[in-house]
């Protein structure tokens, strides 16, 4: 069975700074639900917004609760400044993580796929004992080179390298990936909302964020088409959908926070420069789910413990 692996949130406290101590409880919501993995620092965490002191303190807070439940640990290191990735990937390949991930560049972007196959390969040979992923997420980096070049001409200068945490809109360049050394690498799906697409094409998994409070969706989705159920699998699908649309539609990443405040798992909200939700906002996301018959899907609400910012 395809793996899921939520890309977690980085909890905050009110003034804005690391709450750790809910670390413990996200890992236990997400071992709960049947979840397989966390992808810690990524797109969801926040991670450009972070320090690398905060990026270590957060890698390491999760190395023993990960352990006692089971969760395979991925842990995003990639950075501006390659000095910083590296510095991260050492220190996340010391603590014995079970994978490391980089995104490319974001400002200065590297001007060919050699060009970023040398960055990468400098991230990763500062854990040389760990797994490397690459994060291909180029809407959000503007770096737009195939995935498939870089497994199939570049592979030889990155020993570690595992695979693709693809979250890119060109499918054809997915089947290439997932054929690439003859399906050696594990290509995991990173677009939540058309999982059973990723699955059709071959996914070895799927890495995203709503799998923190949605993952009884995507586990229907994963066993309709399993049992080559697929108009079961498309509903499963659509219900991932619609949770989506109505985050969304008050600001995806702070509604995914305040959803889970919901839930009794504290991760604050966001940091400058996304806006943290008000309290009136929270509360009329709590109203649109409840009519939408949302927390059905993602469990019994609880009162808000999300520290909340105007």
Known sequence: MP????????????????????????????????????????????????????????????????????????????????????????????????SISAMAPC?????????????????????????????????????????????????????????????????????????AAGGRYAIY?????????????GAAGAIGSTYNFAATEARAVLDAYAAGDMPRARAAQLAVVRIVDLLASHGYMRAAKAVMGMLGVDCGTVRPPLRPATADEIAGLRRECAAAGLFNAVGTPMASRNTVRA
């Not at 400098?122 to 980096?141: G, H, K, Q």
């Not at 990155?158 to 695979?163: C, D, N, Q, S």
């Not at 909302?193 to 094409?201: H, I, K, P, R, S």
């Open 3 to 98: 793996q899921l692996i939520a890309a977690v949130h980085t909890p905050f406290d009110s003034n804005g700074g690391l709450r750790l101590e809910s670390v413990s409880s996200q890992a236990a919501t997400l071992a709960a639900a049947g979840v397989d993995g966390a992808f810690v620092a990524g797109t969801t965490g926040e991670s450009l917004s972070l320090t690398v002191a905060e990026r270590m303190a957060l890698a390491e807070a999760w190395v023993e609760p990960a352990r006692r439940h089971g969760l395979r640990l991925l842990v995003h290191v990639g950075a501006a400044a390659l000095a910083d990735a590296i510095t991260l990937a050492r220190h996340a390949g010391d603590l014995g993580v079970d």
């Open 107 to 179: 400002y200065f972007k590297p001007a060919s796929c050699a060009d970023l196959a040398a960055f990468l390969a400098a991230i990763a040979a500062a854990a040389p004992r760990t797994p490397f992923y690459y994060y291909d997420i180029p809407s959000w980096t503007g770096v737009t080179f195939r995935s498939s070049d870089l497994l199939e001409c570049y592979a030889a200068a990155i020993p570690t390298l595992a695979g693709i945490k693809y979250t890119s809109a060109d499918l054809a360049d997915f089947e290439r990936c997932v054929a």
């Open 189 to 201: 799906w990173g677009t939540d909302e058309a999982l059973l697409a990723g699955l059709t094409l």
